[in-house]
């Protein structure tokens, strides 16, 4: 043996004495990420309480339902806004769900190739295409085509962010289904689209559900695209050709105006909104928990983040 | 009977290459889209490009007014990397010790912590945007920048020109405090991802928490965690409302990011600024256009790299130790 | 406490904790844990073990899989700190000093006792050499000199120096299996602790490397107090000179290692050491 005791005894002399001063510099350490952490937690705690204390003295029946009146004038109201976000909610669902639907099966049930590989890469990249850029190609091919602003036009930008989210939760959640509920479909002699739809889907649709509420409440907060799609407007729905107003974008002409109670509107735009995001987003952890890691995966690939 | 059998089979086959097929066909959507919309942006750009050739991505005069026609989109490139890069400075290292915070803490603080984390980044854009400009604006205005300015302000030229609060600065700390949900939760997963085998190496060394992270955590995870920054300055680059609402929108020459008081322009605010009003017969929308393209290029590349990182991040974690 | 205690199962022997030493009057005991029970969540993984553990000698513990004997080394170290939701009582004392006194942080003790884990854990971004001297660093040596010579030494105690002395620069995950669990010994020695935790340090490993960490084991217990819980009881016999056997948490029986595989007293450890049963 190389090392004798007294050898060892003499290494050990040569440590330095030094277990307090790292501690120290341990206990520094901690003390900054905590403030970190608490950096992070002011700004949310900041625009809740900033959007629930201006917003709530500017909501009433007539604030909900109402017209907006004259600017600056503090009269009227945002219910062509509530309408129209509503509206193209809707419409980019029934484009968006079914499109990431199907293309979620694809990648969990036909995904063991090239081109399923491609798809969820160039799927995950698309995620994180700046919305504004997709509001931009909504204009070219509708909006320019057809010569007027488009309500179309909005909901198919809208649709593009959906997709992509309902795509990949969806795909989540489909793997997430043993194989033997499809094996045992396959024994029945179920054909593949009868145990996609009857069996596996069925037992998916928690997940399913969580990334189409949660693609919502993303999309119910975009403003960018909007802009060159459907404008804005200061009457109700009438007609898909012409311009039609959203809550964000509502807020947006509202806090440009140099009046206070034009602000205050703002407000209460804002506390509407956030009401419905963050409501949709504390029913979906509530009801669907966080156990499936479904919320941390759509983190992660962009689904909560909006643009 | 076995014909029966065989007809069965055969129709099963035959409404199940349908299924396939349908299916496969809304999981090449995405790649259509995309390959579409390049095609259609460079198409609808191409005017500008054929009147200011390179001239487009280096010039610095953006003039909209007939006749005088002229647009160079290099001081909004610089608005949206220096915001950008600023919004990164910022909020990275926020993100990465929020989520050692998190990724350590026991469970009963760091999952509601987590949560609220994550509920940032809930909130829409465009909320960040009306908070930065109506409140945040205010307090930043007072308590950081005039005594900068007040300290620095005729010695370094970062810190010249009138602090107003609608300008680089606040646009970029409102972008990092968006980024933060982002790169502190994938940061967070990739930290998660360390075995709990190379934790535990670096304890029995004597190591403290810090140490275990330097020893153990960081050198593991420093890729993903590299990828988990750039998916935060691809969210950056991209981000329109807030920062239209609050970088001051000066246009040309003067939207130069030169100094952090100063009001500048980026890429998304630009376009959402002038969009509507740019007429489809002049230059002005295909420079508008032209813009989006650069920009669409550049997330795609900033993306691109940043998805290439995570992924392999996070496929090495099962397999690379112990053969 | 109702539970019942090893004392209370094991007629003829006054006590269980302490291995029966006729053979060394004078024994001195480096590391002793008293009345130690580990808890996860509600489920209590160790009962109230009591356990004296002789200087420079090896102590295998040995039981079927789940019996708590890993879970009882780790507390050793205190690796169940960084375990959510676990919780240790009792206390487990070196030289005299409680691992688990709260005024005490646990890296004070740490630099006393090594410990190998079961499955080869080098830190992967790292060369070889930095491998080994990681803890040295931690602790302030930085004289490349000495560095030089604690890498060679216990390099060679491990066993590894003949096959990496060329290429010390060489990263810790190009290893064979065998050769990282060495290198883990070796990184494990370079802090010169005093006591050696290895739990189930072969149990990854083919035979030939397996022979070689014996091997190692066999000689560094000439200056350490060395514990390790295996599940192979042909290994605890080769290499330990007193095995304590644990069931459901509980320590049934502790002595000699001879004694206990020829002659075991209580019921329980003779069936399981015969094979009945693990």
């Known amino acids: 043996m190389t090392t004798t005791n007294e050898k060892r005894q003499e290494y050990r002399a040569l440590f330095k004495n030094n277990v307090k001063k790292r501690l120290l510099v341990d206990k520094i350490v901690h003390i900054i990420i905590f403030a970190f952490v608490i950096i992070a937690i002011i700004p949310l705690g900041s625009i809740l309480v900033e959007v629930f204390k201006n917003g709530i003295t500017a909501i009433s029946y007539e604030f909900l339902t109402a017209t907006p009146g004259s600017i600056g004038s503090g009269e009227g109201g945002i219910g062509p806004a509530i309408q129209g976000t509503l509206i193209i909610i809707g419409l980019a669902s029934l484009i968006g769900v079914p499109i990431g639907v199907m293309s979620g099966i694809f990648l969990s049930e036909y995904g063991d190739n090239r081109l399923a590989r491609n798809v969820r890469f160039f799927n995950d990249v698309f995620m994180e295409f700046p919305s504004i ?24 930008a809208l649709a593009l962010i959906m997709f992509p989210i309902v ?44 990334g189409i509420l949660l693609a919502v409440s993303r999309i119910g907060g975009e403003t960018a695209p909007l802009i060159m799609t459907i404008l804005g407007s200061s009457q109700f729905f009438s007609s898909m050709d012409v311009p039609m107003d959203a809550l964000p974008l509502r807020i947006w002409r509202l806090s440009l105006l140099p009046y206070e109670s034009s602000q205050l509107q703002g407000w209460g735009a804002a506390l509407v909104l956030i009401f419905v995001i963050i409501g949709i987003n504390l029913a979906v952890r509530y009801y669907f928990g966080n156990g499936n890691g479904m919320i941390r995966k759509l983190i992660k690939q962009g689904g909560l983040v909006k643009k | 009977m076995e ?17 396939k097929l349908a299916a496969t066909i809304a999981g090449s959507f995405v790649l259509v889209i995309i390959a579409l919309m390049i095609f259609q942006l460079i198409s609808e ?33 610089a608005g949206t990397l220096v915001t950008a890069a600023l919004a990164m400075a910022i909020g990275v290292p926020l993100s990465i010790g929020i989520a050692m915070f998190i990724s350590d803490a026991p469970a009963k603080i760091g999952g509601p912590l987590g949560f609220l984390v994550e509920l940032l980044a809930a909130v829409p854009s465009i909320i960040y945007g009306l908070w930065g400009l109506l409140v945040f604006r205010l307090y930043f205005q007072d308590w950081v920048e005039k005594p900068l300015h007040n300290l620095f302000g005729d010695s370094i030229f970062l810190f010249s020109g009138t602090p107003f609060g609608l300008d680089i600065i606040t646009a970029s700390v409102i972008l990092a405090i968006m980024i933060i949900p982002t790169v502190s939760s994938v940061s967070r997963e990739i930290m998660k991802a360390v075995p709990q085998q190379q934790r535990e190496a670096a304890y029995m060394l004597g190591a403290t928490k810090w140490e275990m992270f330097k020893l153990a955590v960081f050198p593991y995870s420093k890729t993903g965690l590299i990828g988990a920054s750039i998916l935060g300055l691809g969210r950056a680059v991209g981000e329109t409302m807030a920062v239209t609402m609050l970088i001051g929108n000066a246009t040309g020459i003067s939207a130069f990011p030169s100094s952090f008081f100063k009001p500048s322009q980026t890429m998304s605010s630009i376009i959402a600024n002038e969009f509507v009003e740019a007429s489809p017969a002049s230059l002005h929308l295909p420079a508008l256009i032209g813009v989006a393209l650069v920009l669409l290029l550049i997330a795609i590349v900033i993306n691109v790299i940043a998805h290439l990182l995570v992924t392999r991040m996070m496929k090495v974690k099962e397999g690379a130790i112990n053969n | 406490m109702t539970m019942s205690t090893p004392e209370q199962k094991i007629t003829n022997s006054t006590d269980s904790q302490i291995p029966d030493t006729t053979s060394h009057v004078e024994k001195k005991f480096k590391m002793i844990a008293e009345n130690v029970s580990i808890y996860y969540g509600d489920t209590m993984g160790v009962k109230n073990v009591t356990m ?65 884990f079961q499955k080869p854990n080098p830190f992967p971004t790292m060369s070889i050499y930095d491998n080994v001297t990681a803890g040295l660093k931690l602790n302030g040596v930085k004289d490349k000199r000495i560095l030089d010579e604690i890498v060679e030494d216990t ?25 990282q669990q060495r290198l883990c010994i070796a990184r494990a020695l370079a802090i010169q602790p005093e006591v050696l935790l290895m739990d189930e340090p072969a149990s990854a490993l083919d035979p030939i490397a ?58 329980l450890t003779a069936k399981y050491v015969q094979g009945q049963f693990g």
């Open chain 1, 133 to 156: 850029v997709l509001g931009i190609f909504a204009f070219l091919v509708i909006v320019l085509i057809l010569g007027h602003f488009s309500v179309w036009a909005g909901a198919f």
């Open chain 1, 167 to 210: 795509a990949r939760t969806t795909e989540e959640s489909l793997k997430m289904v043993p194989v033997t509920y499809r094996e045992a479909g396959t024994a029945l002699g179920l054909k593949k689209w009868v145990i996609t739809f009857r069996i596996v889907i069925s037992a998916a649709k928690g997940g399913m559900i969580t």
């Open chain 2, 3 to 19: 014909k029966k059998l065989d007809v069965h089979r055969k129709q099963n086959i035959r409404s199940d290459k349908i299924f």
């Open chain 2, 45 to 77: 750009s191409y005017p500008i490009w054929e009147a200011e050739g390179l001239g487009f991505i280096i010039g610095t005069d953006w003039n909209a007014v007939e006749g005088r026609e002229s647009f160079g989109a290099l001081p909004y490139i």
């Open chain 3, 52 to 116: 004296k553990f002789p200087e420079k000698s090896v102590t295998a513990l040995i039981g079927p899989s789940g019996c708590g004997k890993t879970t009882f080394l780790r507390c050793l170290n205190r690796m169940h700190d960084m375990t959510k939701n676990a919780k240790v009582e009792g206390k487990v004392m070196i030289d005299d000093i409680n691992l688990y006194d709260k005024s005490i942080d646990p890296i004070y003790h740490r630099r006393k006792v090594g410990m190998v």
């Open chain 3, 155 to 179: 390099l060679k105690m491990a066993y590894l120096w003949d096959e990496v002395k060329n290429d010390l620069k060489k990263s810790a995950i190009e290893l064979s299996g065998g050769q």
């Open chain 3, 210 to 267: 397996t022979q070689k960490i014996e091997e190692t084991i066999t000689e560094l217990k000439k200056d350490y107090t060395i514990i390790i819980v295996t599940h192979n009881m042909q290994q605890a016999v080769r290499v330990s000179d007193y095995t304590g056997f644990m069931y459901l948490g509980e320590l049934i029986e502790f002595r000699e290692t001879k004694k206990l595989f020829t002659d075991p007293k209580n019921d």
